[in-house]
C-alpha cells in the first residue's frame, strides 16, 4: 500500500512533564479499518486529538490526507470525519435540525442537505423519529446518527473514538455494519475501542500502553505473535508486562 | 456568510427552545421597572423634615409650608430647638433638618441676602441626594419668588443663591422614576450582553459540542460572530421593549432622540459581548462564567452612578469609573432622555465606547484563537 490515509512519525504529546502520547510511529492505508487500543489513558484520544487538529503536537510528524498537521488543519479539517468520546450532537435540536446544521457549515448546498438528509434517515430507518429532540433518542440510535453525520461531507478518514461505549450488543452489531459499509466505499476508518469482539473486526490494531505503541498487526498476526487464544489474552499479556 | 447564518439559525432554535429564555426576556424588564417604581414612591413620599425656624415671622412660615405643601415632606418637628432637630436625626425620625436663622425677614429685606441651613441624613446616599435636591429646588423657587414679588428684583441681577446640581434641573418634575428608568434599562441590556452570551458559548465547552465544531472547517470568527449576534439583537430588542413598558407605565419622557440611545446601545453591547467572549475563553462551566461575569457585573453597576453619583465618590473612585462602560451609557441614556443630547453631546462617549470594544473583542479573540 502505497497510498497512505495517515502516517506517523515519533509523534508526541507531553503536559508538563507527563508524556501522553510517547513517540508513536505508524501508517494506515486508505479504506483500512484500524483499531486503535489501550487501557484507560494509554493515549489514545491524544493521538487521535493531534491528529484532528484539536491538539498541537510537542514533537514528531505526522500526515492525515496528505496534508501535514502543523500547517495545513484546514485541509485536514474538510476531508476528515470526527465523533468524540463525548457525546456531540445537540440534544435540544431534533434529528433533522442537527443534520441540516452540520451539512450548513460544511457547506453542502441546501439541495444536497435535503438529499443526504433522506437518505441518513431512509438508512437508520429514523423517518419516524425526524422531529424528534436527540435527547428523546435512545443512546445506540444517537451514536448511530452521530457517526452518519460525521460521514455528511463524504471524508475520506473518519476518527471515531470509543463510538459504542455503552452500547447493547445488537445495536453495536448495527454499527459496525455502517462502518464496514463505509469502508467498503474506500473510507478509511480509525477507531478505538475497549471492547475486544470489535478488535477482532478490524483490518489491524495497534496496542497502546503508557503512550507508547506495544503491537501492531492483523489480529490473526497478534494472536500468534504472543501466542494467545483470543485478542484478550493478547491484551492482557501486554498490560501486565507493565506491571 | 452561509456559514453564519446556519449557526444563527441553530441558535436562534436553542434560545427560543429553551424554557428559561423567553421569561427572562420578556418578564424580567416588567418585574425590574415595577418592583423599582415601588420603591421611587417610597423614597419620593415619605421624607421627614424638622424645621428649626429661629425667626418665626411670616416669611419663614411661607417656606415651611411651601416644603410640606410639595407633597415630598412631611413635618415631623417644629421647633426652635436645634439638639431636639439633631436628636431626631440621630435616631432616624427626620429625614433633614431645615435651619431657619434669627432675623431671617430683616435680613432679607435689608440685606438682600440670607443663609439657611440644611443637614440632611446620608446614610442612605441615594435618599440624602433626592432629599436635598427636592428640598433645595424648592426653596430656590421660594427665593425667586420672593425676589420678583416682594422685592421687585429683576431676575438677571440678583447673585444666584442656590445651585442646584443639572441632574434635577433636568428632570423639573424631580421624578424619581424618570431618572432611575434609564438606568434599570441600562442595567437589563448588560445582563443579556455579558451573561447570556458568554454562557452560551461556555455551554458548547461544557456539552462537548466544541470538540464536534472545532473539527469541522467554521472560521473562528464565523463562529463567535454567529454565537453573539442573537444576543446584539435580543438586548436591542429588550431595550426598545423595556422603553415601551417605561413610556406606557410611567410615562417616561423622551426630551432628545431615541435614535442617539439606539445607536449608543449598539456599540455598548460589543463591549459586553466581548467581555462575554473573553470570560468564556476562561472559563469552562457556565457557573464560572455566571460568577465571574457577576464579580464584574456588580462592581460595574455598583460603579456606574446609577445608584450613587459618580460625582459624590471618592476621586480615585471616579477614576476607576472612567473604566467603566456601564457607568458610560447610564450617563449617555441619561443626557439623551432627560437633557435632549444630541450627537454633539454623546460623540465623545460614542468614541471611549468603541475604544473599548476593539480593544476588549481583540483581546477575547486572540484569547479565543489559542484555546484552539
Ligand atoms: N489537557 C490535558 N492536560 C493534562 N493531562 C492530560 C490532558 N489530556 C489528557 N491528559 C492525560 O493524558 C493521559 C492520556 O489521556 P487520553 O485521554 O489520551 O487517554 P485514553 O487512552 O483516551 O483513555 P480512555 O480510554 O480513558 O479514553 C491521561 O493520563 C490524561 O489524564
Ligand atoms: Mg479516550
Redesign the pocket.
Known amino acids: 500500500m502505497n497510498n497512505y490515509s495517515i502516517v506517523t512519525k515519533d509523534l508526541t504529546?507531553r503536559?508538563?512533564s507527563?508524556t501522553?502520547?510517547d513517540a508513536i510511529t505508524f501508517e494506515v492505508g486508505q479504506g483500512e479499518i484500524f483499531g486503535f487500543l489501550?487501557?484507560?489513558?494509554?493515549?489514545?484520544?491524544?493521538?487521535?486529538?493531534m491528529l484532528c487538529g484539536l491538539?498541537k503536537p510537542s514533537s514528531g510528524e505526522a500526515k492525515v490526507a496528505g496534508y501535514d498537521i502543523y500547517t495545513q488543519t484546514e485541509q485536514i479539517k474538510k476531508r476528515i470525519g470526527y465523533m468524540s468520546?463525548k457525546f456531540s450532537l445537540y440534544e435540544d435540536l431534533t434529528v433533522k435540525e442537527n443534520i441540516r446544521f452540520y451539512g450548513g457549515i460544511y457547506g453542502l448546498s441546501n439541495q444536497q442537505i435535503k438529499e443526504k438528509t433522506h437518505a441518513l434517515l431512509d438508512r437508520l430507518q429514523l423517518e419516524k423519529e425526524a422531529r424528534q429532540l436527540v435527547s428523546s433518542l435512545p443512546l445506540g440510535w444517537k451514536q448511530k446518527l452521530s457517526f452518519s453525520i460525521a460521514l455528511l461531507h463524504d471524508p475520506s478518514i473518519v476518527f471515531l473514538?470509543?463510538p459504542t461505549g455503552g452500547v447493547d450488543p445488537i445495536t453495536r452489531r448495527q454499527f459496525w455494519d455502517l462502518i464496514y459499509e463505509s469502508a467498503d466505499k474506500g473510507v478509511t476508518i480509525f477507531v478505538?475501542t475497549?471492547y475486544m469482539d470489535e478488535a477482532e473486526y478490524c483490518n489491524r490494531i495497534s496496542i497502546?500502553v503508557d503512550?507508547k505503541i506495544k503491537a501492531l498487526d492483523t489480529p490473526a498476526g497478534l494472536k500468534k505473535q504472543f501466542n494467545a487464544e483470543s485478542m484478550n489474552d493478547v491484551f492482557l499479556q501486554l498490560a501486565r508486562a507493565k506491571s | 456568510m452561509r456559514t453564519i447564518f446556519f449557526i444563527l439559525q441553530k441558535e436562534f432554535l436553542q434560545i427560543f427552545r429553551n424554557r428559561s429564555m423567553l421569561p427572562i426576556i420578556f418578564a424580567m424588564p416588567v418585574v425590574q421597572l415595577l418592583v423599582l417604581a415601588f420603591a421611587a414612591n417610597y423614597e419620593i413620599k415619605n421624607l421627614s423634615i424638622d424645621v428649626v425656624d429661629h425667626d418665626g415671622g411670616t416669611w419663614s412660615r411661607q417656606l415651611r409650608d411651601k416644603l410640606t405643601a410639595s407633597g415630598y415632606f412631611s413635618l415631623y418637628h417644629q421647633s426652635a430647638n436645634t439638639a431636639q432637630a439633631m436628636e431626631d436625626l440621630e435616631t432616624g425620625g427626620a429625614d433633614l433638618i431645615l435651619t431657619i436663622p434669627r432675623h431671617f425677614e430683616r435680613d432679607l429685606v435689608r440685606e438682600n441676602e440670607v443663609r439657611v441651613q440644611l443637614l440632611v441624613n446620608a446614610i442612605n446616599g441615594s435618599k440624602a441626594g433626592l432629599a436635598a435636591g427636592y428640598a433645595s429646588s424648592i426653596i430656590n423657587d421660594f427665593n425667586r419668588r420672593i425676589r420678583l414679588d416682594w422685592l421687585a428684583l429683576d431676575e438677571d441681577d440678583a447673585p444666584a443663591h442656590f445651585d442646584v446640581s443639572y441632574r434635577y434641573w433636568y428632570n423639573p418634575d424631580m421624578n424619581y422614576k424618570y431618572f432611575m428608568v434609564p438606568g434599570i434599562l441600562v442595567v437589563l441590556v448588560t445582563m443579556i450582553g455579558a451573561f447570556l452570551s458568554g454562557m452560551n458559548i461556555v455551554k458548547e465547552k461544557e456539552m462537548g459540542t466544541i470538540e464536534q465544531l472545532n473539527v469541522t472547517p467554521i472560521r473562528k470568527i464565523h463562529f463567535i460572530t454567529g454565537k453573539l449576534l442573537p444576543f446584539w439583537i435580543i438586548a436591542l430588542f429588550e431595550l426598545a421593549f423595556g422603553l415601551t413598558v417605561g413610556k406606557l407605565v410611567f410615562h417616561l419622557p423622551v426630551v432628545g432622540n431615541i435614535g442617539w440611545v439606539f445607536l449608543f446601545a449598539s456599540v455598548y453591547l460589543l463591549v459586553m459581548l466581548g467581555l462575554g467572549l473573553l470570560i468564556s475563553t476562561f472559563t469552562d462551566t457556565q457557573q464560572q462564567s455566571m460568577f465571574i461575569t457577576w464579580f464584574f457585573l456588580i462592581i460595574f453597576v455598583l460603579m456606574s452612578g446609577l445608584f450613587t453619583p459618580i460625582e459624590s465618590m471618592p476621586p480615585w473612585a471616579q477614576k476607576i469609573t472612567l473604566f467603566n462602560p456601564v457607568a458610560y451609557f447610564v450617563k449617555v441614556i441619561r443626557m439623551v432622555m432627560l437633557k435632549g443630547s444630541g450627537w454633539a453631546d454623546i460623540r465623545y462617549y460614542l468614541g471611549v465606547m468603541l475604544v473599548f470594544a476593539v480593544v476588549l473583542n481583540g483581546i477575547a479573540v486572540w484569547n479565543y484563537r489559542k484555546t484552539v
Open positions: 504529546k503536559f508538563g507527563f501522553a502520547t489501550g487501557a484507560n489513558g494509554a493515549g489514545k484520544t491524544t493521538a487521535m486529538r491538539l468520546q473514538d470509543e478505538t475497549h497502546m503512550g
